[in-house]
Nanobody, 127 residues
Framework: QVKLVESGGGSVQTGGSLRLSCSGS????????MGWFRQAPGAEREWVGA???????TYADFVKGRFTISQANVKGTLYLQMNSLKPEDTAIYYC?????????????????????WGKGTLVNVSS
């Protein structure tokens, strides 16, 4: 069974940086598209970015140029480097995985399509 665990959240001032990690296990031989989502207080969860098995990445417009997704050599482990953080980036950040026969992602990722979720890690950006 796939398990995803996020870490690295915390508090930072505007303009600061954080690096989130997602440690995955139980992937077996299946192929996956993986991504990051976030949910701000009082708002719906939204897609942040995605990474395919070959390392190709795609981002939501509101994080382009500021956030970078990368993956480790260990299957199912990925990172979210967040720079130039703004107060509106304050949210719980979730790692998610979707079973994908070719390891490809259908952009934008949507909640209902994701098969596995972590419990999230809180990022708070103060002004």
């Amino acid at each position: 069974q796939v398990k995803l665990v996020e870490s690295g959240g915390g508090s930072v001032q505007t303009g600061g940086s954080l690096r989130l990690s997602c440690s995955g296990s139980g992937f077996g031989l299946s192929r996956y598209c993986m991504g990051w989502f976030r949910q701000a207080p009082g708002a719906e969860r939204e897609w942040v970015g995605a990474i395919e098995e070959d390392g190709s990445t795609t981002y939501a417009d509101f994080v382009k140029g500021r956030f970078t997704i990368s993956q480790a050599n260990v299957k199912g482990t990925l990172y979210l480097q967040m720079n130039s953080l703004k107060p509106e980036d304050t949210a719980i950040y979730y790692c998610a995985a979707e079973v994908s026969s070719g390891g490809y992602c259908y952009i934008p990722l949507v909640d209902d399509a994701m098969d596995y979720w972590g419990k999230g890690t809180l990022v708070n950006v103060s002004s």
